[in-house]
């Protein structure tokens, strides 16, 4: 089966730098995203990999490693208004996008 | 950037009536269109892909009898909850994809929450 997993929740500090990580097991790999989600809001876009190696975003970076089958999110000089889901998501072969269940990030002052 | 709308953003209806969703892409054609079920604390759930002018493609376990979906244009797509009941209170969100090119960004409408009492 498909399959992809991520913490549930993770807990930061204000300024500091968070990485949020990403497994993956599907049929196929077409890209990976990753997906902002505040409660009560829909998903916002952040990143797309669909080569190896990192992909920087301003405060944001993203990085894939295809023989792993592993991504992570790295959140840098974190704000109180990062605190929301983290949605790893994979585009399979039939392009269809498998979804992890989030990671809750809390960022306390 | 491309734009998902959504109405109504939030619906009450009562139990055993329909209900029904709109998305629309404003600013592209939407060749796909995707609809989905969150419910609280849990992740996005696909219940089904949408082509234009097509029957849409339902998940294992959606009923397609109970959520109609009409993807009648490039632009609109709705869903339909008949006979709703209180279960099916869930935010209902629905995604379109830009066609074109190597990368397609689904772009997501900002959800209807649907309360059934």
């Known amino acids: 089966g498909q399959n992809i997993d991520q913490p549930t929740e993770m807990t930061a500090t204000e300024g500091a730098i968070v990485q949020i990580n990403c497994t993956y097991q599907?049929?196929?790999?077409?890209?990976l995203f990753w997906y902002q989600q505040h409660a009560g809001e829909a998903p916002t876009f952040l990143s797309y990999?669909?080569l190896d190696g990192l992909e920087e975003k301003g405060r944001f970076s993203s990085f894939l490693s295809r023989s792993k089958g592993y991504s992570y999110l790295l959140l840098k000089e974190l704000q109180m208004k990062d605190s929301a889901s983290y949605l790893c998501?994979?585009?399979?072969?039939?392009?269809?996008?498998?979804w992890g269940a989030g990671t809750k990030l809390i960022i306390k002052p | 950037g491309a734009v998902v709308s959504q109405h109504p953003s939030w619906v009450i209806c009562k139990s055993g009536t329909s209900v029904k969703i709109e998305c629309r892409s404003l600013?592209?054609?939407?060749?796909?269109m995707f609809w989905y079920r969150q419910f609280p604390k849990q992740s996005l759930m696909l219940m089904a892909t949408?082509?234009?002018?097509?029957?849409?493609?339902?998940e294992q376990g959606v009923e397609k009898d109970k959520f109609l979906i009409n993807h009648a244009s490039l632009t609109l797509s709705t869903l339909t909850v008949t006979s709703a009941h209180p279960e099916d209170s869930s935010f209902y969100i629905c995604?379109?994809?830009?066609?074109?090119?190597?990368?397609?960004?689904?772009?997501f409408g900002p959800g209807t929450r649907l309360t059934v009492t």
């Open positions: 990999n669909v």
């Open positions: 995604s379109a994809r830009d066609g074109g090119g190597d990368f397609y960004e689904q772009y």
């Open positions: 600013d592209f054609q939407a060749t796909t």
């Open positions: 998501a994979v585009r399979d072969s039939n392009y269809q996008l498998i």
């Open positions: 599907t049929s196929g790999f077409n890209g």
């Open positions: 949408s082509n234009e002018g097509s029957k849409a493609t339902y």
